[in-house]
Each structure stands twice: as structure tokens, then as C-alpha cells.
């Protein structure tokens, strides 16, 4: 083959043609040849940079400044025609830029000068006397940058952190919001509350270092080089001043740390030293009002996948929540879905990505949080759905890992399979799997409840559904495992199921939509926390998907 | 990561997930670009990138800092499309077979990585264009049009169209690669 024909092949594969005899000739052509091979990379990639497309949608708070910081940054090198479009690295940062943003807290640096990066808002105050530099007196709703320096002379501040946790700061005491995930308290005493939302926030002080794992906490700073650090909920990891491991301080222990000092010396855990942070109730009425711009309704369709499973793939779909945000905001991640990302409202939900502690023998985090209902806004039902990228076939399986907090006998949460995935559905008769009146569910129709086992706050389950249709019955069926093994491949009896209402089988409408619900008579600090959930052809490959995908 | 590695620093977990992400996302036009190379006929270029991804992800632990990312991440890339097309082979004809993939894989890997840089010379790039080529790459990938489209739309042949496109890649390519050599001088 001459090059000329090479380079003729290769052309009509550029221009479109990938018709069997055109990419036969091509390579041949390439087979051994390193400079045809070369030439073709060359194309294929300069195609692909060509081909850029930057139809994304905006991010949360943190990604839009990214954006608007690239633009900025890559000004000049646009041309008129591409404009807007270009370039394949920003689609790629803006797919994992939810990632970043809950990981880095130092992410809005490049976004100074561009747009304000607010890390904090004042939500409360009692008596407050601030010393601020050009007299300004801060009231409720006072948004502070990062970098803030706060000195509070007297009287008590409360703030609510963009990373949702709180603060609150008794004077006299002065810190400095570097991130919305840190603080530097420089002198006086500090009092935090980092829900879920705020695993891995940080509060140092002159002598140590404090990283939440998901409590209620305390720190003071007093003048002789004294930092007492107090837990009152949960556990946060604690590390001295040149101290290398680190130790972790569980509900009632506390600390003292003296200046130079290796490690801390136990001292009386008191709570009655410290005002009470934020309530997480205002925390997350803050961030519904300062809503990152990530709710379902901001959101638009990302750019497209297609996937079709393979003949012999047994698994249909399926999404792992333990890799951070990104897995939520993009479709980079699960496998399976449609078009456009999960639809949830990120002032309940968000994914919690995995906090080590100094050790690095105890973590955190590292799933989806999917709150309770919120009570002083009724009609933020709290909701989470993805259409899949392929109808359901008649017959298949779905399974969910999780962890439900907060359990009462009122909860209730579904996984739910259903035709549509409107924001005002019940999504009562379809298939559907979760907790209802403290015991596991299955249904069809609200009327024909399948129920197993008890469910035991806080620890984790794994849930399996089968839909299918029972010839004998002429009826739709759905069966429910909890916590199955599968031994050796065979399916296990199933814990219970139950049939949906008559129905010819040519009227099984076509599944695809996935989603979870929360009950009405949810608890906003209740908290469904999903691992990952999965729909597959057979019990083992759906158990597979969210248990081994770890 | 290892215990020993979060006993240095307990924030190095995740300053080293952060670090992995920004290189995974850095990949992702290179990761794409080399899928395609060796899918040229597959719809699901797509899904074999993300599939990458989540290997990516899941062997971060695996992954030698000392060593650069995109050979690696290639590599991995590569393995996957063998495998995706070990299963096409059994089903249908594909247009490479495994000693071919496995040759444009090699060379791939050894490829310039840093493709941000080379889309911001690109752009330069594009300005240098002659006006016709550039009018010309416009529509074919700005507005998306076919080369047939084109042709109609300019009153060219089909051909013409095609081969002003072609020099117009091999005109970037070439500008792209001085452009980016020059930057490291």
C-alpha cells in the first residue's frame, strides 16, 4: 500500500467512513508500520481535540468559579470560532470537579479576583462585639470570604461554613476561615458541629491539629500556649504539634495540649465551657439558601454514553457512592444511566467522601447521604433519580447497600424502579424495595406488601429485589432478600414476596427510571447512607455490583 | 493507601486522591483519543473510557507517583479494550485485531500527555489558519456539519472538501507539535 492510499484510508476514516472495507485496508496499512501508526494517532487526536465539547452543565458553587477562572485563564487562547466550545480538559474538570470540591479544600484559590469565594455566612449572634477593621458591624446573612480574619471582642457569633459545618465563637477569640473546610482559631474558645456533610473539617489551632470524623466539638486557646480540646458527639482524630500518629478522641474525652509539647494530657471533658454550635437544622437551611446550584432543576443533560449492555453482561446498571462527589455530578462513573446525572436536591443529599484519621487506622465517610424530609420546607420531598440508558427487560434483579440512621418505626425509605421519574411521583405500585414500619418491604402496589425482617439503626444492610412475571398467576411478582448469601451461584429463597394486581403481561410497562425516596414522617437528621445500588439479569451479578464495587 | 503513608500526614489520603483525580481528569482527552484509536468502528468508545476510569479509581493505591500517570493509565486503557474486544470477536468482525491494537497502544503510550497544553496551542494554532481551512474546520467541527454537507453548502466536490480538511489537520498536528516543542526550549 502506497502512503497515498494510506493517507486516503485514513482521511475517509476522518471524514466518517468506518465501513469494514476502509478500516480493513487502514490496518493493514498500520500492521507493523511505526510512521502510519504515528500519522494515524496524530489524526485521530487532533479529531478529538477538534471535536471538544464543552456542553456541560454548570457546577456547584466551587465549579462554576472554576469555570469562570479557566475562561479567564484561557482567554487569549480562543479563537472566535471556538468560543464557548473547546477544549475536551475543561469538560474533563468540570466531570470530576465535584470530586475536587468536597476533596480540596483549598479549590477556590484560583477563583480569587474572579468571583467571591465565600466560605462562611453569620446565621446568628448574641451581644456580639466585633473588632473589625474598618468598623463594619456584621449582621445575620454577612458572608465572609476565605482568608477572613474574625475577631470577636465579646459576646457569641455563630457561622454557618459553605462545607456546612458550624461554628460557633465565644469571645474574646479570633480565628481565620481558610477554607470553608478549615479554621484557624488563633486565641478564645470555638465550638463546632460538622453533620455528615462536613466529615473531614478542620479546626487548627497554634498547637494541633483537629479533623472532624463526623461530630460535636470544642477547642480553646488561651494565652499561655494551652489548647483543651473537648468531643461531645462522634470522634474527631487529633494531632499535636509534631506529634506524628495522631490519636483519636471519642464522645467525652478530652485533651490538653501545652505549647512545645509532643501529645496531650488527659483533662475533664465539659461540655458547660462552650456555647452550642449552629443546629443542623439551620445548617441546612443555609445551604438550601445558598444552594450550590446543584439541584435537579439547574440541572441539564451531560453528554451522552449510550451504554448498552453487552448480550453476555449481567449487570444492567450500576452506581458505587464511595468515590466522592464527582460520582454524583457526572456520568462519569455510573454505569448504565442515560444522559442526564442523578437529580437530587444537594441540600439533602450529598455523597461524603472517605476522611482518614492521623492514624489512618479509622475512616469516615465515603457514601451517598440521602437525609429525611425536610419539615419546614414540605414540599422538598426529598427525592433522588437517574433514568437508565436501556428500558428494563421483563425480568431482572435490584439491590441496594446501605445504612439507615435515625431509624423509627415512622421511617420509611424505596428504592424504586418505575417508567418516568417525575418529581411529583409516589411511586407507590411499582417495584420497590426499603424500610416502611421498621421492617423490610417489598411491593408491587401499595396494597400487596411483601415484609422481612427487622432492620437495626444504624448498621448496614444489603437489600435484593426480584422483579418477574408468574406465568401461573398472569400476575407481576416481586421477591425480597435481606442480606443474601449466594452459595456456590444458587439463588437463595427469597424472604418474602409478593404479587402485583392482574395484568395481561403485554401491559408491563418499560422501567427506566431508578431512584430513592424518603418518607413523609422522615427526620431531617435522619440519614440514608447508600453505598451503592445496582438493577442486573440475575441475583449474584446484582449483590456483586454493590458489594464487591467497592 | 497504606496506614504508613496516612501516619506521615493524615491529610496525605486525600491530598493523594486529590492529586490522582486532577491526573485522571488531565488523562481524559489523551485516555479518549487512544479508546478511539484502537475503537475506530465502536459506538461505545464512551463506556470503555468510563470503565477505565473506575479501574483508574480503584487501583489508585496501585499507582507509583514516582512514575508518570499516562504510560500507566494507557496501559490499563488498553487492557480493557482487549478485553471489550475479545468479547466483539467472538460476536463480530472488528476492524483491528489484538497485534495491531497492541502496537497503537505501544506507541500511544509513549505519546506527548500533557494535552492541555497542546489544546492551548491548538488554539493558536487554529488563528494561523489559512482562511479557507479554517472556515472549513468550523463547520465541520464547530458546527458539525458532514463533509458532504459541506460540499454542498461551499459548491465543492466532496473530495475537495475532504482533503482541504485532511491538510488542515496535518497543517494543526504539525503547528501543535512545534508549538509545544517550543514551549520546552
Not at chain 1, 402485583?500 to 435522619?526: H, I
Request: hydrophobic share 40%; glycine share 10%.
Amino acid at each position: 500500500m502506497s502512503d497515498e492510499e494510506f493517507d486516503s484510508l485514513l482521511r475517509g476514516v476522518l471524514d466518517g467512513d468506518r465501513s469494514e472495507q476502509t478500516l480493513r485496508f487502514l490496518g493493514e496499512g498500520m500492521k507493523g508500520d511505526a510512521d502510519r501508526i504515528a500519522s494515524y494517532l496524530d489524526m485521530v487526536e487532533m479529531d478529538e481535540m477538534l471535536s471538544c465539547d464543552l456542553n456541560l452543565p454548570g457546577k456547584g458553587r466551587v465549579a462554576r468559579d472554576r469555570v469562570i477562572d479557566f475562561s479567564r485563564n484561557k482567554k487569549s487562547r480562543r479563537s472566535s470560532m471556538f468560543t464557548g466550545a473547546g477544549l475536551m480538559l475543561a469538560a474533563c474538570m468540570i466531570l470530576l470537579l465535584g470530586v475536587l470540591a468536597v476533596m480540596n479544600p483549598d479549590d477556590g484559590k484560583e477563583a480569587e479576583g474572579v468571583a467571591k469565594d465565600i466560605v462562611a455566612v453569620l446565621i446568628d449572634s448574641e451581644d456580639c462585639i466585633w473588632q473589625a477593621n474598618d468598623g463594619e458591624v456584621y449582621s445575620f446573612g454577612r458572608p465572609f470570604e476565605r482568608g477572613a480574619a474574625l475577631w470577636v471582642k465579646s459576646g457569641i457569633a455563630r457561622l454557618a461554613m459553605n462545607g456546612n459545618a458550624g461554628l460557633a465563637l465565644e469571645g474574646p477569640a479570633s480565628v481565620e476561615l481558610v477554607s470553608e473546610q478549615e479554621v484557624r482559631v488563633l486565641h478564645g474558645k470555638v465550638s463546632a458541629y460538622a453533620p455528615e456533610e462536613a466529615i473531614g473539617f478542620k479546626l487548627i489551632t497554634p498547637e494541633i491539629e483537629i479533623v472532624d470524623l463526623g461530630t460535636r466539638f470544642a477547642t480553646s486557646v488561651d494565652g499561655q500556649g494551652h489548647t483543651d480540646v473537648h468531643v461531645f458527639e462522634g470522634e474527631i482524630s487529633v494531632r499535636g504539634k509534631g506529634e506524628k500518629g495522631g490519636e483519636l478522641l471519642v464522645e467525652g474525652q478530652a485533651r490538653r495540649f501545652v505549647a512545645n509539647a509532643v501529645a496531650g494530657s488527659k483533662i475533664k471533658n465539659d461540655p458547660s465551657l462552650f456555647v452550642e454550635p449552629p443546629a443542623l437544622e439551620q445548617l441546612l437551611a443555609i445551604a438550601g439558601k445558598n444552594d450550590l446550584g446543584l439541584s435537579s432543576g439547574n440541572l441539564k443533560p451531560k453528554a451522552s454514553f449510550d451504554y448498552k449492555p453487552a448480550s453476555g453482561e449481567e449487570k444492567i446498571a450500576w452506581q458505587d457512592f464511595t468515590l466522592g462527589q464527582g460520582v454524583l455530578d457526572g456520568t462519569l462513573w455510573g454505569i448504565g444511566f442515560g444522559k442526564n446525572p442523578w437529580m437530587i436536591d444537594h441540600a439533602f443529599t450529598r455523597v461524603i467522601p472517605t476522611v482518614t484519621s492521623h492514624s489512618g487506622k479509622e475512616k469516615a465517610g465515603g457514601y451517598l447521604l440521602v437525609r429525611g424530609r425536610a419539615k419546614a420546607e414540605p414540599s422538598v420531598a426529598n427525592r433522588v433519580r437517574r433514568q437508565l440508558a436501556v428500558g428494563l427487560p421483563d425480568d431482572y434483579y435490584f439491590a441496594i447497600r446501605a445504612r439507615y440512621r435515625g431509624l423509627d418505626d415512622k421511617d420509611f425509605f424505596a428504592l424504586w424502579i418505575d417508567v418516568h421519574g417525575r418529581e411529583d411521583a409516589t411511586h407507590t405500585n411499582v417495584p420497590t424495595i426499603g424500610i416502611r414500619e421498621g421492617r423490610y418491604f417489598a411491593r408491587l402496589h401499595r396494597e400487596h406488601v411483601a415484609i422481612a425482617g427487622r432492620p437495626v439503626d444504624g448498621e448496614e444492610f444489603v437489600l435484593a429485589g426480584h422483579y418477574g412475571w408468574d406465568e401461573k398467576l398472569g400476575k407481576a411478582r416481586i421477591a425480597l432478600w435481606v442480606n443474601p448469601v449466594v452459595d456456590g451461584g444458587n439463588e437463595p429463597e427469597p424472604d418474602a414476596s409478593s404479587v402485583g394486581p392482574a395484568r395481561a403481561k403485554g401491559e408491563v410497562p418499560e422501567f427506566r427510571y431508578v431512584g430513592l425516596r424518603m418518607g413523609l414522617y422522615t427526620e431531617v437528621s435522619d440519614e440514608l447512607l447508600v453505598y451503592g445500588l445496582s438493577i442486573a439479569k440475575t441475583l449474584p451479578a446484582a449483590l456483586e455490583a454493590v458489594v464487591n464495587e467497592k | 493507601m497504606s496506614g504508613s503513608k496516612s501516619e506521615e500526614n493524615f491529610s496525605l489520603e486525600r491530598d493523594g486522591n486529590e492529586h490522582y483525580v486532577v491526573l485522571v481528569t488531565e488523562a481524559q482527552l489523551g485516555l479518549r483519543a487512544l479508546i478511539r484509536s484502537l475503537l475506530p468502528r465502536e459506538a461505545d468508545v464512551n463506556d470503555v473510557l468510563q470503565e477505565t476510569n473506575m479501574v483508574l479509581w480503584r487501583k489508585r493505591g496501585e499507582f507509583d507517583q514516582a512514575k508518570r500517570f499516562m504510560p500507566w493509565a494507557c496501559g490499563i486503557a488498553a487492557n480493557l479494550v482487549k478485553v471489550h474486544l475479545r468479547k466483539q470477536y467472538k460476536q463480530q468482525w472488528v476492524p483491528f485485531d489484538e497485534e495491531l491494537v497492541s502496537q497503537i497502544a505501544a506507541q500511544a503510550q509513549l505519546r506527548s500527555e500533557n494535552f492541555d497544553e497542546r489544546l492551548e496551542v491548538l488554539n493558536e494554532c487554529i488563528k494561523k489558519l489559512p482562511e479557507g481551512q479554517r472556515r472549513l474546520v468550523d463547520l465541520r467541527y464547530s458546527e458539525g456539519a458532514s463533509v458532504t454537507a459541506i460540499a454542498n453548502l461551499v459548491g465543492r466536490t466532496v473530495d475537495a472538501i475532504s482533503m482541504t480538511l485532511y491538510r488542515a489537520r496535518q497543517g494543526l498536528a504539525k503547528c501543535v507539535q512545534q508549538g509545544v516543542e517550543g514551549n520546552h526550549e
